[in-house]
């Protein structure tokens, strides 16, 4: 189901599960209350469109939400808050540059998010504190300079963390604890750290693979991974 211009209603469609509204020109000038009325919807995507603020605060049955190549920028802090059911939420290519660290606050089903191709700079410590059903994470291609040494350590079910091309200086110091038996992919390549220190705690650190490559490493006694 595809609408041409940039309104969207589902005035008529309250029984839609599954609307496709990609690449169409769908800007702030949506009718949130339509969307929201539309209680039924379980996959929605609005890929390649010109959305630059999301809030889809009544959608409780959604479990896959792809806003990929908008124009976003901020996401309100309670934007996800009823969406307790969501499993894969596509954020990438957008412009962010921040997030709050109740963004995802109640998304404790979220299997994968990607927050590739933006502009975020930061990442509060707390950000992934509920997501502990998280397995894929992508936060590729930002501008991302440090990371804080818990901000992964709860998401014990995480089989790909992909920091690839970010600007993350010097020391990189991180805590993991795995507890499934998968194979984690961990990626922090194309970056400039010089110093790297991983801590992988439980039964699964034999099956992690790191992959360090195009950083300012000059010797093996700045790598670290203790377990």
């Given at each position: ?31 949130k ?55 894969e ?32 700079d ?9 997501c ?51 194979l ?20 699964n ?23």
């Open positions: 189901f595809e609408i041409v211009g940039n309104n969207l209603t589902f005035n008529e469609f309250s029984d839609l599960t599954r609307p496709e509204l990609n690449n169409n020109e769908i800007e702030t000038t949506v009718d209350r339509a969307i929201e009325s539309s209680s039924n919807l379980t996959e929605l995507y609005l890929i390649n469109n010109k959305l630059d603020g999301i809030s889809f605060k009544t959608l409780a049955d959604l479990t896959s939400l792809n806003l990929s190549n908008n124009q976003i920028k901020t996401i309100d802090e309670k934007a996800f808050e009823t969406c307790s059911n969501l499993t939420l596509y954020l990438d290519n957008n412009k962010l540059t921040t997030l709050n660290e109740n963004t995802f606050k109640n998304l404790k089903k979220l299997i994968s998010l990607n927050l590739s191709y933006n502009k975020i930061k990442i509060e410590v707390n950000l992934f504190e509920e502990s059903d998280l397995t894929e994470l992508y936060i590729t291609n930002n501008k991302l300079t440090a990371i804080k040494d818990q901000t992964f350590e709860k998401l014990n079910k995480l089989i790909k963390l992909d920091l690839t091309n970010n600007s993350i200086l010097n020391e990189l110091k991180l805590a993991f604890e795995f507890m499934d038996q998968s984690v992919n961990l990626n922090f390549s194309f970056n400039f750290i010089h110093s790297i220190n991983l801590e992988l705690k439980g039964n650190y034999e099956n992690v693979n790191i992959n360090i490559s195009s950083n300012d490493f000059q010797d093996f006694s700045k790598i670290c991974i203790i377990s």
